[in-house]
């Protein structure tokens, strides 16, 4: 049997709350290898893009989260995109990575930035708020609270493999949202379930999450139904198209001078890695089309 990354959604039956539990550890370590990321900032990469998944599964429409999670020092800034089938991406900096080494790199957090866009690419809402000095799960309760007015609990957590620092054990989150008509006695006992919940290694054993068990402790005293269940994926929608597409939009002097040019342009996408090889020619089609257009 095949192994699957898994978002589980659930609501309170009597309780208005909501729970959410994510395993994203195969898409997390697929991720981590396109980009070379290593130990610390394979783990942050792969939080990031948790925290955005939380977001997105809560989306009411088509669309895009983008989670911008930014720093002083050695990362300048971590992204990770994700939409509500639960197709999620990240990425950090290439020459960044390199630059690392594999060293613990030196931080700040900044802030934390979270920009939603509709199926066409619109941009619906953006919000930006001072990071926190903690945790991404900090800093994403602390989001919730500030700009979506939601109380919420967060733990997210990715471990790296001891023996391979290019390797992540498990990269997990749990969220539980307390909807406004939460009473006062039931938040209580939700915040007691959430202090006296185990660490959250204790759930990973003979080399899988127990995803289910932590949902089943994260309930506490209440009963719940689940709502939806989803595999989440790694997927980077980048294509030779789409950057033909953002290509054209250059000015007529510059695709002259590209087009000039007896070498293909290389272009590496920053997700995914993949490097496209655009020619002279196609610098040629796309001039030839912009002179048409004006």
Do not use: W
């Amino acid at each position: 049997m095949i192994e699957k990354d898994r978002i589980i959604r659930a609501t309170g039956a009597k309780a208005p709350m909501r729970l959410v539990v994510i395993d994203l550890t195969r898409a997390a370590n697929e991720m981590a290898s396109r980009l070379g990321a290593k130990s610390y900032p394979a783990k942050l990469l792969a939080e990031t893009a948790i925290a955005s998944l939380f977001l997105s599964n809560s989306l009411k429409f088509r669309g895009t989260i983008s989670t911008f999670f930014k720093f002083s020092g050695d990362i300048s800034q971590i992204q990770a995109d994700s939409t509500p089938e639960g197709l999620v991406r990240a990425t950090i900096s290439h020459n960044e990575l390199v630059n690392m080494n594999q060293a613990e790199p030196s931080l700040l957090p900044k802030n934390f930035e979270v920009i939603k866009t509709n199926e066409e690419g619109k941009r619906i809402q953006q919000s930006i708020i001072d990071a926190v000095q903690g945790t991404v799960s900090q800093n994403l309760a602390s989001y919730l609270l500030q700009s979506e007015q939601v109380r919420s609990a967060v733990g997210i957590e990715a471990k790296v493999n001891e023996e391979d620092p290019s390797k992540l054990d498990y990269a997990i989150g749990f969220m539980v949202e307390a909807y406004p008509d939460l009473s006062e006695k039931d938040l209580a006992i939700m915040e007691q379930v959430v202090l006296t919940l185990p660490e959250l290694n204790s759930f990973y054993k003979d080399g899988n999450y127990d995803l289910d068990g932590l949902l089943d402790l994260l309930r506490g005293p209440y009963e719940i139904e689940i709502i939806k269940e989803q595999n989440p994926v790694f997927f980077c929608p980048c294509t030779e198209e789409r950057i033909l597409k953002s290509l054209a939009t250059l000015p007529e002097r510059d695709l002259k001078d590209l087009a000039s040019e007896t070498k293909p342009l290389e272009i590496i996408c920053d997700f995914c890695r993949t490097a496209y090889h655009i020619s002279p020619e196609k610098f040629k089609e796309l001039l030839t089309e912009k002179k048409g257009i004006n």
